[in-house]
């Protein structure tokens, strides 16, 4: 029986209308009637979360949310927190300085500033839109080394964001957890945050065994969270890379996909 359903947000709990369908929500409310654990895992800041939170109805007290790609994990409604990962300004300087050299934008996510950029690009407006929130411009180098930060992300087209990955230095993957969150998102975290981690730390505090979790995505950010979990499932819309990975392969989101998860692994049985 599974007690804990984990679910990204952009390409799996939202169509390509960024609309959450009546079918998911229905199911998503079955599930939570039966007694399961359902908790959003998104890269989005808890701000881009909250409207989808409401519409599920999983902005109750007590109740769970992933955020910031499994930097952030908490509990709505109390101060706890069950993961709260960082990484500070001395690295939005040196990821800076490296995407200029790659010739891509950057912006980051400051826990006292919000979304914050050097240069404003079409890709840091987008991610303000989606999430609802403002952006401050500033120079990172004038941020203080030690200030926090949940993490810095390379920005730009896919064309030039493709290139710039490839042509990283090595070091890079021992120093932080990089994940491709979006064909124009590359993000720079603490090494340990990521989904995965994030879905583990809730599973523990909740006292269920990882053979009882579901998780459900669709992009690279959603890996770590797939292979770790007892079933692992892949949007029918996800890449090839998180396909060959995923133990089933469900409908895409515009098929209700998440719902169909939810329909044959937790209300029929």
Not at 102 to 116: D, P, Q
Not at 146 to 163: A, C, G, N, R, T
Not at 208 to 231: F, K, Q, T, Y
Request: proline content about 4%; some cysteine; charged content about 20%.
């Amino acid at each position: 029986m599974y007690r804990l359903l984990a679910l990204d947000i952009d390409g799996t709990t939202l169509n390509s209308q960024h609309k959450i369908s009546p079918r998911v929500i229905s199911a998503i409310s079955q599930a939570k009637a039966a007694g399961v654990e359902v908790v959003l895992a998104s890269g989005r800041p808890v701000e881009g979360i909250i409207m989808h939170l409401e519409t599920l109805g999983l902005n109750r007290n007590g109740q769970f949310v992933v955020s910031y790609n499994g930097a952030l994990v908490q509990q709505i409604g109390s101060d706890l927190v069950l993961g709260n990962l960082q990484v500070h300004g001395r690295d939005a300087k040196k990821i800076a300085a490296q995407a200029k050299v790659l010739g891509v934008h950057v912006h980051a996510f400051s826990l006292k500033r919000g979304l914050i950029t050097p240069e404003v690009s079409r890709y840091t407006e987008h991610e303000a839109f989606m999430n609802d929130i403002p952006w401050t411009t500033i120079d990172f180098n004038e941020l203080d080394d030690d200030e926090p930060l949940v993490k810095v992300m390379m920005i730009d087209e896919p064309e030039l964001l493709s290139p710039a990955v490839t042509n990283l230095p090595k070091e890079y993957y021992q120093q932080y957890s990089i994940l491709r969150s979006a064909p124009f998102f590359l993000e720079f975290m603490h090494p340990d945050a990521h989904k995965g981690n994030g879905v583990a730390a809730l599973a523990e505090h909740l006292n269920i065994a990882r053979e009882e979790v579901i998780c459900v995505g669709d992009a690279g950010n959603d890996h770590h969270m797939i292979r770790w979990a007892g079933l692992g499932i892949a949007m029918g819309n996800a890449d090839s890379e998180t396909k060959a990975l995923a133990d089933e392969i469900t409908g895409t989101n515009d098929e209700d996909g998440v719902a169909q998860v939810i329909e044959k692994y937790i209300l029929s049985v």
